[in-house]
């Protein structure tokens, strides 16, 4: 997925609704408040310039009081810790676990790790 960004003070500041409506959008907001307070992540409000360009670019609606952005950093954080949570032992309480497996990483947003069965396919 590809999220909009600004660059503010040399650091990439993402839109945080659309990572909520994309990449969180299996999670209530409550489990994202939750990881939010844990983490000690704190989201800023984009300026009124920054607001207008999301606006045109059809990232928000026209009638969007305001939006959040968050540093990439934190949402990396926060993806890693939620989509760990959510999936975290689904293969490794079972039958799979003897198996062959490659431990393999996605490089894209939210780098999650996981195992990839070969003999499974």
Do not use: M
């Not at 045109?56 to 959040?68: E, H, K, R």
């Not at 990439?72 to 039958?95: P, Y």
Request: aromatic share 10%; glycine share 4%; charged share 20%.
């Amino acid at each position: 997925e590809r999220i909009t960004c600004f660059i503010v003070g040399g650091e990439k500041r993402l839109c945080l609704p659309e990572i909520l409506n994309t990449v969180l959008k299996d999670f209530s907001l409550q489990e994202i408040n939750s990881a939010c307070e844990k983490l000690h992540i704190y989201c800023s409000r984009c300026t009124n310039d920054q607001l207008d360009v999301l606006k045109i670019t059809q990232v928000l609606p026209f009638n969007a009081p305001s939006c959040g952005l968050i540093t990439q950093t934190d949402a990396e954080r926060l993806c890693a810790i939620l989509l760990q949570q959510r999936f975290k032992g689904h293969l490794w309480s079972n039958q799979f676990e003897r198996l062959y497996s490659i431990k393999v990483q996605h490089k894209c947003f939210g780098k999650c790790c996981g195992l990839l069965y070969p003999t499974l396919y």
